[in-house]
C-alpha cells in the first residue's frame, strides 16, 4: 500500500498515464505534420497566387483595353473597310494621307487589330501557365479573373450563343479555346530569364518572315474571325464582338478601381442588357 493504494491500483494508473501520454505526443504530431503544415501550404499558395495577380495584373488590364477601344471602334463602324481580305493582301509602303481610306492607314488598322486581340490572348495565356499547379480558389482574385475570361473565352469559342430561329441562316465563326490558347503561346517569349509577350513590332516581323512561325501560323484562325463582317444584320460575329466588349469592360472594372474611360463606360452601358 502506498498512500492508500496498492500495487495494482498503482501499476493501472501508470498504464494509463503512458497511454494518454502517447496519445498526446501523437496528436501533437498529426497537428504539427498535418494539420499545420497543410494551413501552411494553403497560406502559401495564397501568397503565391496573389503576388502572380499582382504580377499580371497591369498588363492583362492594358491589353484589355486596348482591345477593348478597337472592338468598340469596330462596331461603331461595322463592317468597316479595313477588315477585308483586299486589305490583307495589299503590301503599301507608306502612308499617302491622313485618311481611314488611305491603305498603309487601313494595313495597320487591319494588322493592330489581330494583335490586340492575340497579346490579350497572351497575356492571358501566359498568367494560366504560371497558375498550372496552383488552385484559383485559393485566392478570391484569381477566381474572379478565371471567371471574366472565361466569359470572354466564350463569346468567342461558343456556338451555341445564337437563339434566333433562323440561326442556321446567320453567318458565324468561331475561335475554339485551343485555338485561343494557341493564338496566346505564339507570341509568348523569353528574354533572358523572363517569359514576356513580344510587341507589335516584333509580331509584324515575325508575320512577314520568310521562313514559317507559330505566329504566321496563328494568326490566319485570328483574321478568319474578323474579316469580311457582313452588314446584312445577320453576322453573328458583330454580337459576339458587343459580347466581347461588355466581359472586357467588366474585366477592367474587376482588376482597377479606378474609373473605366467614360466612352468605353458608355457603350458598355449600352450593350450590357442588350448581350445579357
Known sequence: MFLGL?????FGLTVLGAIVST????????????????SFERWKQRQTLEQLYQKFRDPLLLSARELASRTLEVLNHFPTVYLNEKVLASRPEKQVENSIHDSYFQRYKLVSTAYRISSFMAWVELYRQELTFLDPGNNVHAAKLERAVGLIRSDLADGQLNHAEDCGKWKDTLVFREELRAIGESLIETRGSTRT??????????????????????????????????Q???D?????????????????????????????????????????
Open 6 to 10: 496498492d500495487l495494482q491500483t498503482w
Open 23 to 38: 496519445i498526446g505526443s501523437l496528436l501533437g504530431v498529426v497537428l504539427k505534420d498535418y494539420v499545420f503544415s497543410r
Open 197 to 230: 509577350v513580344m510587341g507589335y513590332g516584333r509580331y509584324c516581323e515575325q508575320l512577314e518572315a520568310t521562313t514559317p512561325n507559330a505566329v504566321q501560323r496563328w494568326s490566319p484562325v485570328v483574321l478568319n474571325f474578323f474579316l469580311d463582317f457582313e
Open 232 to 234: 446584312t444584320g445577320k
Open 236 to 276: 453573328f460575329r458583330q454580337t459576339r464582338l458587343k459580347r466581347l466588349l461588355v466581359h472586357l469592360v467588366e474585366l477592367m472594372r474587376l482588376i482597377d478601381h479606378n474609373p473605366i474611360e467614360p466612352y468605353l463606360d458608355k457603350a458598355y452601358v449600352g450593350l450590357r442588357d442588350e448581350v445579357q
